[in-house]
């Protein structure tokens, strides 16, 4: 469950940018996200027992549990659910992020709609369908997987808001290549943040080689988010940060 909200993790600023105060994010967050998300697990875990009960076997895919069912209404009902909630889940949580990205790398000639077009005909050549025909290989394999490397970049972040800038923003500087966010290399990239995110990553997927650290990579998100974050605060006090 972690993994599965390891993207919105870092991205959550695509919604909170709309909130009209700091309490309406704040309560959206602590209170509507982990409470949903618990009930919905559990609800799965109850749904798959149920059917090695009823059925003789656990299904996981609730498509194939529909497809279990008798009556055809019901069978229709339950796919009709089933589509209806893929849409609303991709169009509210994993295609806003990434149209605001095409839209803003071009924001004269492409729109947030095209953005979202775009991230679709993408998603489509990902053949996302084929990470769903086995449970080992989504569940181990895509979402330990890729959750390692975004919790690598989200230890940057909470360590370099939290502890490295006492929560102290300069908000204009965000947006300005001479601010005082703008480091001394001539990119003006800061390389502690790629190194620790390097390092991150590293740490959290080098047990998909080595069989004695796989423990690591049973726990991607958070070996690599406390690695990340341990590596750039011992990095930025060597060289404070800019400003």
Known sequence: ?????????????????????QREQVVGQVVALPTTMTLFAAMGVFITSASAIVFGEAIWDPIDLGAKL?????????????????????????????????????????????????????????????LLENSDRYINGWLLGYSGGLGSI?????????????????????????GVYAYGSPLGTNWAAIGATVAGCFVAWIGLFVPALHWLYDASWFSGTLTSAAVYGVWMRREPAAG
């Open 154 to 178: 989200a230890g940057v972040l909470i360590c370099d808001y939290w502890f490295v800038r006492r929560t102290k923003l300069v908000l204009p500087d965000l947006y300005r290549r001479g």
């Open 70 to 130: 008798e009556s055809r209404g019901l069978v229709a009902i339950a796919e009709l659910t089933a589509v209806i909630a893929t849409l609303a889940m991709n169009i509210a949580a994993n295609v806003v992020s990434p149209a605001n990205d095409f839209s803003n790398l071009a924001p004269s000639k492409i729109s947030f709609r095209t953005g979202g077009l775009i991230t679709g005909f993408l998603a489509t050549l990902m053949m996302p369908w084929k």
């Open 1 to 21: 469950m972690v993994g599965f909200w390891a993207t919105l993790s870092l991205n959550m600023p695509d919604f909170t940018r709309y909130g009209r105060s």
